[in-house]
């Protein structure tokens, strides 16, 4: 059984390098607000209600993942919904590289580490 990978963010920080795909999953006003990781693709899965549309974000997801082994990093604020959409691509959809983010973009700021505004 395949299960989510917990990443310090100095790890998460050598894979953006490897340019291993890095989905930041929070929403607009998150990313406005801490600016994102370098490369991140952003993704939005819930909405501020706690919505979500799996079939869209599906279609998205998968012209940045196009394999189910592909290594891929999930990141959001303190990931608490990064490990409930790894575990349900896990799951669901037969993801066998899933990672993400541990402490979100949380614990990266308090690392001092570097973000991008656009």
Known sequence: MNTLTDL???SVEFMIKDNIA???IRRPDE???TGVIKNAHKLTFFDEYGN???PTWMRQFEKIVT???EAFVLICAHANRTRVV???LIQNHGYKNVAH???GMALWLEEN???VFD
């Open 101 to 103: 983010l541990a402490g």
């Open 8 to 10: 310090p963010p100095k």
């Open 86 to 88: 790894g575990d349900f």
């Open 31 to 33: 990313w406005q607000a």
């Open 52 to 54: 979500h549309d799996i």
């Open 113 to 115: 580490r570097k973000v």
């Open 22 to 24: 890095m989905i930041d």
């Open 67 to 69: 394999s189910k082994d």
